[in-house]
């Protein structure tokens, strides 16, 4: 379901990432590069604790203000999707800087982009019945992923 992004893409999200970043006067360090390199691909939309460890592996001094700042700086000139939810750690999406919809597991808090081929006519009915100029759209499905119902099959509670 997830079209998982491939490397060349990845790398096409980070040189626009990075030359953004430059025409801003930010520097690029190898750190904020493994920064960039971690929201480009996305894997699972990380949030900023899971960023600052992935990077921390390969460059341990780096601190997670670091993190932060290329963080907002990306949402600030819409190159960093951000996805809040209540309770929860913000998470972030590099590959698709964009709105689109997603698909989150309530258990293992996974989350996925679907690729949802009616959301052009749901946009377009809600522009139709309240004549207004779509700009954007939020929409987000909770649920149990595939691999959360191979450990405890669904029970009734989808809280
Ligand atoms: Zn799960
Ligand atoms: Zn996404």
Do not use: W
């Amino acid at each position: 379901m997830e079209p998982h992004p491939n490397s060349a893409d990845v790398k096409k999200r980070m040189h626009s990432m990075v030359s953004k970043l430059r025409e801003h006067d930010f520097r690029i360090t190898p750190q904020r590069l493994a920064v960039l390199r971690v929201l480009a691909a996305s894997e699972g939309h990380p949030s900023v604790e899971r960023i600052y460890e992935t990077v921390r592996q390969k460059f341990p001094t780096t601190s997670i203000a670091t993190i932060y700042k290329t963080v907002n700086l990306l949402k600030q000139i819409n190159e960093l999707l951000e996805i809040s939810f209540p309770g929860g750690s913000n998470r972030y999406d590099g590959y698709k800087p964009f709105p689109h919809p997603h698909v989150l597991c309530v258990r293992c808090k996974k989350i996925i982009d679907p690729d949802l081929g009616s959301l052009k006519d749901i946009t377009a009915e809600a522009a139709d019945q309240t004549g207004f100029d779509i700009l954007s759209h939020r929409l987000d499905f909770f649920g149990i992923c595939g691999d959360c119902k191979k450990e405890q099959p669904t029970t009734a509670s989808t809280k």
